[in-house]
């Protein structure tokens, strides 16, 4: 099964993939093209997937850069790949061709970023934590010091937990309206004291606050298509033990 990276114009002619989990050679639940290595799954396996993801992208393995994401708004600005231990941060930037950066998600939000005319790119793990903390500005501001402006960057946020499927409690929403009570905006009413909290939604409304030149959602949620997608809440729901991440990858 050849890989399926799902790709938007707004990058063009950039090259960049949002990965699905087709195309590899994981199996059982992280069947098949599982990036994470902070997974459960073989490590030979993961290496062999992010192997095939680079070449998908045509570059090398070792200029594919992946991060230790911890939900932070911690952006790094990259000239080359850096040295393993995998740096702790949610986004990176560049304006080196060649390097490829990477995000790895499942059911958060993997937004890739691009100001063709300066030849800079952007990669951000955002998930409610990071997203409401600024990891999204951050990626900006760092963009800007290579050189980029606002005005003319694209970005794209990929397959994620659809606004149907993300139930939050009582306690989450007021979080968010205590941070500004706009954010009412972004949440439907669910079942008893539950909402329904539109992720992609809040995404874009702090990148288009930001001044981005474009911004958009693929459309697709993580969550309702078990056929391409991972999902860490669908994992949960189901009783699972563990599950793969998706790629989402940007290269100048």
Same mark, same amino acid.
């Given at each position: 099964?050849?890989?399926?990276?799902?790709?938007? +114009?707004? *990058?063009?002619?950039?090259?960049?993939?949002?990965?699905?989990?087709?195309?590899?050679?994981?199996? /059982? *639940?992280?069947?098949?093209?599982?990036?994470?290595?902070?997974?459960?799954? %073989?490590?030979?396996?993961?290496? @062999? $997937?992010?192997?095939?993801?680079? !070449?998908?992208?045509?570059?090398?393995?070792?200029?594919?850069?992946?991060?230790?994401?911890?939900?932070?708004?911690?952006?790094?600005?990259?000239? %080359?790949?850096?040295?393993?231990?995998?740096?702790?941060?949610? !986004?990176?930037?560049?304006?080196?061709?060649?390097?490829?950066?990477?995000?790895?998600?499942?059911?958060?939000?993997?937004?890739?970023?691009?100001?063709?005319?300066?030849?800079?790119?952007?990669?951000?793990? #955002? /998930?409610?934590?990071?997203? *409401?903390?600024?990891?999204? @500005?951050?990626?900006?501001? #760092?963009?800007?010091?290579?050189?980029?402006?606002?005005?003319?960057?694209?970005?794209?946020?990929?397959? =994620?937990?659809?606004?149907? !499927?993300?139930?939050? /409690?009582? @306690?989450?929403?007021?979080?968010?309206?205590?941070?500004?009570?706009? $954010?009412?905006?972004?949440?439907?009413?669910?079942?008893?004291?539950? #909402?329904?909290?539109?992720?992609?939604?809040?995404?874009?409304? +702090? *990148?288009?606050?930001?001044?981005?030149?474009?911004?958009?959602?693929?459309?697709?949620?993580?969550?309702?298509?078990?056929?391409?997608?991972?999902?860490?809440? +669908?994992? =949960?729901?189901?009783?699972?033990?563990?599950?793969?991440?998706?790629?989402?990858?940007?290269?100048?």
């Amino acid at each position: 099964m050849s890989l399926r990276p799902i790709t938007d +114009r707004a *990058l063009a002619p950039v090259t960049h993939g949002f990965f699905t989990r087709a195309g590899g050679v994981s199996t /059982g *639940l992280f069947d098949s093209l599982n990036c994470g290595p902070g997974s459960g799954d %073989a490590p030979a396996a993961v290496t @062999e $997937n992010l192997a095939r993801a680079a !070449a998908a992208l045509g570059t090398a393995p070792a200029r594919l850069v992946t991060l230790h994401q911890t939900h932070s708004a911690r952006c790094l600005t990259l000239d %080359a790949a850096p040295a393993l231990p995998r740096p702790r941060a949610d !986004a990176m930037v560049t304006a080196t061709p060649g390097l490829a950066l990477g995000v790895l998600t499942a059911d958060c939000m993997a937004v890739l970023f691009a100001d063709r005319a300066a030849g800079v790119a952007g990669a951000a793990h #955002a /998930g409610w934590k990071g997203a *409401l903390a600024g990891v999204l @500005e951050a990626t900006l501001d #760092a963009m800007e010091g290579l050189g980029a402006q606002r005005s003319r960057v694209a970005a794209v946020i990929g397959p =994620c937990i659809g606004p149907q !499927a993300y139930e939050v /409690g009582p @306690e989450f929403v007021t979080r968010f309206c205590d941070d500004d009570p706009g $954010n009412a905006r972004f949440f439907a009413p669910g079942a008893g004291d539950r #909402a329904l909290f539109d992720l992609p939604g809040f995404g874009l409304h +702090r *990148l288009r606050r930001a001044r981005v030149g474009a911004a958009h959602w693929t459309g697709h949620c993580t969550w309702s298509d078990p056929a391409r997608f991972f999902s860490w809440r +669908r994992t =949960c729901q189901n009783g699972q033990a563990d599950y793969g991440r998706l790629l989402s990858a940007i290269l100048l």
